[in-house]
């Protein structure tokens, strides 16, 4: 059957360099774009309520440029500046490349697989086991992802900051297309909901995804193209091999995508080799020994037997031990106190006495002399 037209259940891509504009290019095909879900973030009091601290964790797993937008979105909603420290890891290349809208582009903080996840969750358990990681997701995750990380015991916690509505596409004509490109389960389930006894006829299903093809297989259709897979890491890459002509759906498709579940086999007891026998020599004939007859030794006489008398350990007498006198306690003779030393008498100088002078002789009072002879005369 020869594919004309085809169309993807994601919007038209913004990058002109986008490989579904070269395959339609290529091998002459229309390519339409319609998204069959609608992406609605979670407010941040919602998701308060799962109680996730971003901070908390030193990598962040990046499934698709949805998450990338609404992770960034609820950071901002919170006031949560994201460290530089932060670690990314990414399922492809362009989305590693996306995150240049929010953060630096540093190549020892951003890792990315070949569009495989099993790949990426391989790089994680070899070189980064260590790390704590946060996983954003739709209130619906993909049970792929969480499966693969459970499975090498990695530290890793769900973070809700979207949700898939179903988009209104009762106006497309499913029978005008030859292909039906499918990127998860969400949109499997709007097909149905707009279409309810949708049938499949000859219509080329291609389903992105483990969880997505599964979910094509119970619902009653058939896929014939499935990515990732070890020839074919995209979708776009698996596109273009089924339009030449060269892919090849293995029978078991499962095998490479996700954890391969352990069948358990009875142990079988391996039969043990026979054990060889050593072959038995024939016997040489041995010539008969002579008959040697025994010479009767005289017998000896066993040596009488000592007996030994019980030793009776005699008791040593306890001799009393006389009692020591002590000797008395020499009196001890108290040391007399040395007489203090006499001090010699320290002379005291003598006050000068002052030789009492002797008192002055009264003198006689001097004898009264007579008036003159010429004064008494008138």
Do not use: W
């Not at 979105?73 to 995150?99: D, G």
């Not at 090849?248 to 026998?277: C, E, I, N, R, Y």
Request: proline share 10%; hydrophobic share 35%.
């Amino acid at each position: 059957m020869k594919i004309k037209k085809i169309l993807i259940s994601q919007p038209r891509p913004e990058l002109e360099r986008s490989p579904y504009f070269e395959i339609a290019k290529t091998h002459g095909v229309e390519i339409d774009f319609r998204p069959f879900v609608q992406v609605e973030g979670i407010p941040a009091r919602e998701f308060r309520k799962n109680r996730v601290d971003i901070l908390s964790y030193t990598a962040i797993i990046m499934t698709s440029k949805n998450a990338v937008d609404h992770f960034f979105r609820i950071c901002t909603e919170m006031r949560i500046i994201v460290p530089e420290t932060m670690k990314y890891f990414c399922i492809s290349e362009t989305t590693a490349y996306y995150l240049q809208k929010y953060i630096q582009f540093r190549k020892r903080k951003i890792f990315f697989s070949n569009h495989s996840y099993a790949d990426l969750v391989d790089l994680i358990r070899k070189k980064h086991k260590d790390d704590k990681y946060l996983l954003p997701c739709s209130d619906a995750p993909n049970e792929e992802y969480t499966s693969l990380l459970d499975r090498d015991g990695i530290r890793y916690a769900k973070a809700p900051l979207y949700r898939a509505v179903n988009s209104d596409i009762k106006d497309i004509n499913f029978s005008e297309y030859d292909m039906v490109v499918l990127f998860s389960s969400a949109g499997l389930n709007s097909l149905f909901n707009s279409f309810p006894d949708y049938k499949q006829n000859e219509t080329v299903i291609a389903a992105f995804g483990e969880q997505t093809a599964r979910a094509v297989t119970t619902s009653g259709l058939k896929f014939h193209i499935l990515a990732p897979q070890p020839n074919t890491p995209s979708m776009a890459s698996a596109m273009d091999l089924y339009l030449r002509g060269e892919y090849v759906l293995s029978d078991d498709p499962f095998a490479h995508m996700g954890p391969q579940k352990k069948q358990k086999t009875p142990a079988v007891k391996k039969p043990k080799p026979p054990v060889a026998k050593p072959e038995i020599a024939a016997k040489k004939e041995v010539p008969a020994k002579k008959e040697v007859k025994p010479v009767a030794k005289a017998p000896v006489a066993a040596p009488a037997k000592t007996v030994q008398k019980p030793l009776i350990k005699k008791a040593n007498p306890v001799v009393k031990k006389k009692p020591v006198a002590k000797p008395a306690p020499k009196p001890v003779a108290k040391k007399s106190k040395p007489a203090p030393k006499k001090s010699k008498p320290v002379p005291q100088k003598k006050k000068p006495v002052a030789s009492k002078k002797p008192a002055p002789a009264k003198k006689k009072p001097a004898p009264k002399k007579a008036k003159k002879a010429g004064k008494g005369r008138k």
